[in-house]
């Protein structure tokens, strides 16, 4: 992270519009919204999508996360990877079937019933 | 004794031990997080009708740009440091805290439109979570305020024994804030919004 006063006075002006970029970001995200989109999985996506572009403004100026020390990356690497575990968590719950009653060969109505 | 690494950099990792250490400690965050957003997951694709429209939208748009708008002046406020404008820093973190005020003012008036109707986190699944993440999140902003305050006041003494250490603080704060803005930038559309 470059912190010496010439290097931080030139970040004023970039921590402003930032500031400026993640208001009219919310101003979208709300203006979607009232859009009514077709589906609610392509309405999830803008909305993440949107949220992505500006967590990673936040992280990466706010934060100075553009220009940091690589022990910093590497604990931000792990911590990635075990919230991708974490999020799959409920896709293999969704996935996973077992104990599930399986439909019956021919459709019987009382097929697993007894 | 002094503890060692406060302001120089360590020589292994190039980083003051308390730098590494808020980053560590915002990896824990996002793991704690994580698992609530997880079983956000869970929960709303198992139910078979998840509701809309409960929420204020307006209101929580607000305290989106309050939170914004505290992210952009804590940068402002560490920024001030290392320019050593000592009046700018107090104004610009003074700010901060009045907008984490704010933001706790709205918090309030949501929460307690809904608690006057019944709407407690007892009522259906999606308050339940609702309150829970909103109800961690604003804990979090109360505890910056706690840490701000400190800063403002019998904190800010450090700044004349050893200014570099108190500016370093003022990063760390600064970064656990930002962080705290992220997670409501995430919040707020999926509570909201879908």
């Not at chain 1, 992505?52 to 990466?60: D, Q």
């Not at chain 2, 804030?177 to 879908?194: E, K, Q, R």
């Amino acid at each position: 992270m470059h912190s010496d006063p010439a290097s931080v006075q030139a970040s004023l002006r970039k921590y402003v519009m930032i500031g400026g970029a993640l208001l009219v970001f919310t101003a979208i995200t709300v203006a979607v919204n009232l859009v009514h989109l077709s589906s609610i999985a392509l309405a999830v996506t803008v909305a993440l999508i949107i949220a992505i572009m500006k967590g990673s403004m936040v992280a990466t100026v706010f934060m100075h996360l553009s220009n940091e020390k690589k022990w910093i990356y590497g604990a931000l690497l792990l911590t990635v990877i075990f919230f991708v575990v974490l999020m799959s968590v409920p896709l293999f719950t969704l996935m996973d079937t077992i104990g599930t009653p399986q439909p019956a060969i021919g459709g019987g109505e009382h097929a697993g019933g007894h | 004794m002094n503890i060692p690494y406060t302001v120089e950099e360590r020589p292994d990792s190039g980083l003051a031990n308390g730098k590494l250490g808020i980053w560590l400690f915002l990896a824990s965050e996002v793991m704690l997080f994580g698992a609530l957003f997880s079983t956000y997951i869970i929960l709303r694709t198992g139910a078979t009708e998840w509701p809309h429209g409960e929420l204020n939208v307006p209101l929580g748009a607000f305290n989106t740009v309050l939170l914004i708008s505290s992210s952009v002046t804590m940068v402002m406020a560490w920024a001030m440091l290392k320019l050593h404008n000592w009046s700018r820093h107090r104004l610009y973190l003074a700010a901060t805290f009045v907008l984490a005020g704010l933001f706790l003012v709205n918090k309030y008036f949501e929460y307690s439109d809904h608690l006057v109707k019944g709407e407690g986190p007892w009522h259906s699944t999606f308050l339940a979570i609702y309150f829970t993440l909103t109800g961690l999140h604003g804990l979090h902003i109360v505890g910056g305020m706690v840490v701000m305050a400190y800063l403002l006041g019998p904190g800010a003494k450090l700044w004349k024994t050893n200014p570099d250490q108190f500016t370093n603080r003022i990063e760390y704060t600064g970064l656990y804030w930002h962080f705290v803005d992220l997670v409501w930038i995430f919040l707020f559309p999926v509570l909201y919004l879908l």
